[in-house]
């Protein structure tokens, strides 16, 4: 019913709408309108009321909601079902239970804050409630479980992708699963699955993007995206811009391939051409980042000349 409401408002272009207009549309009492006007207004929207003439939308929260992320967002399948928490342990985790139950693939789980946030190989994820895109999305794609490490770097695509549109910044992408803005990381991506022997059943696609939180409260490899336009940016317009490309991103993976990934992949990439240090499997491989192959691992080039292919590990880049 909320949003019911929040369309009359829209729709009135700004001007005073009365109580008993609202009513009358909805069909519900006069009492029942005044209900849902301050269940808005607590969730932190601005509405003014007049007496004998009506109420009148002033402003609109920057929060994670259904409200404000479904309105003009235009997807066909991400973001069509949206659940929003104040405050949860970790999207991942509600996540699975969401897609274990049947939930359709491109539901969206968004929270302000978490409390366990989580990133590869359980890493902690910092969460600071309101300022940041903590998200995770459920996938059903039909792959093997072996292509599953290709939502991970598409998603990349499509994180870095939104950066830049939105904010001009020069996002890149860190082989596997960062996205950094000046050397320093401002995303993570985590991609979790559950699988039968040669059949995905469902992916969980976890996106971690620091948008305002300060400079100061984020450890030194790390930044955000206020911290590096140096003003405050809009989340519920930039998640908008990130469900809509991942949507894009996700289309032309199952419809023209991984090719078409790895394409924009290079042009974004932060490690090709340079000289890493790979750990991964319990041994460092050293060399120089040459491409990705069409299977999502890292071609590195060793001092021997052959090269190594390599589906997961922590990169360092040798300065």
């Given at each position: 019913?909320?949003?019911?409401?929040?369309?009359?408002?829209?729709?009135?272009?700004g001007e005073f709408i009365s109580g008993e207009e609202i009513s009358e549309k909805l069909k519900i009492s006069r009492a029942a309108v005044w209900k849902h006007i301050e269940q808005l207004r607590k969730e932190g929207y601005e509405i003014v009321g007049e007496p004998h003439v009506g109420y009148r939308l002033t402003g609109t929260p920057d929060k994670l909601i259904p409200e404000e992320i479904s309105h003009k967002l235009g997807t066909k399948i991400i973001g069509k079902k949206i659940?929003?928490?104040?405050?949860?342990?970790?999207?991942?985790?509600?996540?699975?239970?969401?897609?274990?139950?049947?939930?359709?693939?491109?539901?969206?789980?968004?929270?302000?804050?978490?409390?366990?946030?989580?990133?590869?190989?359980?890493?902690?994820?910092?969460?600071?409630?309101?300022?940041?895109?903590?998200?995770?999305?459920?996938?059903?794609?039909?792959?093997?479980?072996?292509?599953?490490?290709?939502?991970?770097?598409?998603?990349?695509?499509?994180?870095?992708?939104?950066?830049?549109?939105?904010?001009?910044?020069?996002?890149?992408?860190?082989?596997?699963?960062?996205?950094?803005?000046?050397?320093?990381?401002?995303?993570?991506?985590?991609?979790?699955?559950?699988?039968?022997?040669?059949?995905?059943?469902?992916?969980?696609?976890?996106?971690?993007?620091?948008?305002?939180?300060?400079?100061?409260?984020?450890?030194?490899?790390?930044?955000?995206?206020?911290?590096?336009?140096?003003?405050?940016?809009?989340?519920?317009?930039?998640?908008?811009?990130?469900?809509?490309?991942?949507?894009?991103?996700?289309?032309?993976?199952?419809?023209?391939?991984?090719?078409?990934?790895?394409?924009?992949?290079?042009?974004?990439?932060?490690?090709?051409?340079?000289?890493?240090?790979?750990?991964?499997?319990?041994?460092?491989?050293?060399?120089?980042?040459?491409?990705?192959?069409?299977?999502?691992?890292?071609?590195?080039?060793?001092?021997?000349?052959?090269?190594?292919?390599?589906?997961?590990?922590?990169?360092?880049?040798?300065?």
């Open positions: 019913m909320d949003d019911k409401i929040l369309n009359i408002f829209r729709s009135s272009n659940y929003s928490y104040e405050t949860t342990d970790s999207t991942m985790d509600v996540a699975h239970r969401l897609a274990q139950s049947g939930s359709r693939e491109g539901t969206v789980i968004f929270s302000e804050g978490q409390s366990k946030g989580r990133g590869r190989m359980g890493r902690e994820w910092l969460s600071p409630k309101g300022k940041g895109i903590y998200l995770s999305l459920i996938l059903r794609p039909d792959v093997s479980p072996a292509d599953a490490p290709k939502i991970t770097l598409m998603s990349a695509v499509a994180v870095a992708n939104t950066i830049r549109k939105a904010t001009h910044l020069g996002a890149l992408i860190k082989w596997p699963n960062d996205i950094l803005i000046n050397n320093r990381k401002v995303c993570g991506i985590l991609t979790e699955m559950s699988a039968e022997i040669n059949t995905v059943k469902y992916i969980v696609l976890g996106i971690g993007i620091n948008v305002n939180t300060a400079k100061a409260d984020l450890p030194k490899e790390a930044t955000s995206l206020k911290a590096e336009v140096g003003e405050s940016v809009a989340r519920v317009e930039l998640t908008q811009e990130l469900l809509r490309e991942l949507e894009h991103q996700y289309s032309i993976f199952k419809e023209k391939g991984f090719k078409k990934i790895i394409e924009k992949w290079r042009g974004f990439s932060h490690t090709l051409g340079e000289e890493v240090k790979i750990v991964c499997q319990n041994k460092k491989i050293e060399g120089v980042a040459v491409d990705l192959d069409m299977s999502g691992a890292l071609v590195v080039r060793l001092d021997s000349g052959f090269t190594e292919h390599i589906m997961a590990g922590d990169v360092l880049m040798v300065r």
